[in-house]
């Protein structure tokens, strides 16, 4: 599996874990799938939480200059946001 691959896959669990929906609801996301704003249970209190878990689960840094609306656009903007702070 390659790191994207593990990237995406951690991106999938932390959605499903953090957000409480179902794993086959989650497997459905595509890049264009839009999360925030679009799922109800994405609120300003769920990101924080998100967030939290991606540094966690992914050994990465989010700062506060790096959090916008446009990186919780998308699914495919989250996944593209942590693999660029993997470096995948």
Same mark, same amino acid.
């Given at each position: 599996m390659s790191e994207a691959d593990k990237v995406e896959q951690?991106?999938?669990s932390v959605l499903? +874990?953090? @957000?409480?929906?179902s794993?086959?609801?989650? +497997?459905?996301? +595509?890049a264009d799938t839009e999360l925030f704003g679009n799922l109800p249970e994405l609120d300003s209190m769920a990101?924080? %939480?998100l967030l939290t878990e @991606?540094? +966690?689960r992914l050994g990465i840094v989010i700062d506060d200059d790096d959090v916008d609306g446009e990186m919780l656009a998308s699914f495919g903007a989250l996944y593209a946001f942590?693999?660029?702070?993997? %470096?995948a």
């Open positions: 951690v991106v999938r499903r +874990d953090v @957000l409480g929906i794993q086959e609801r989650v +497997d459905k996301f +595509d990101v924080a %939480g @991606l540094e +966690d942590a693999a660029d702070k993997v %470096g």
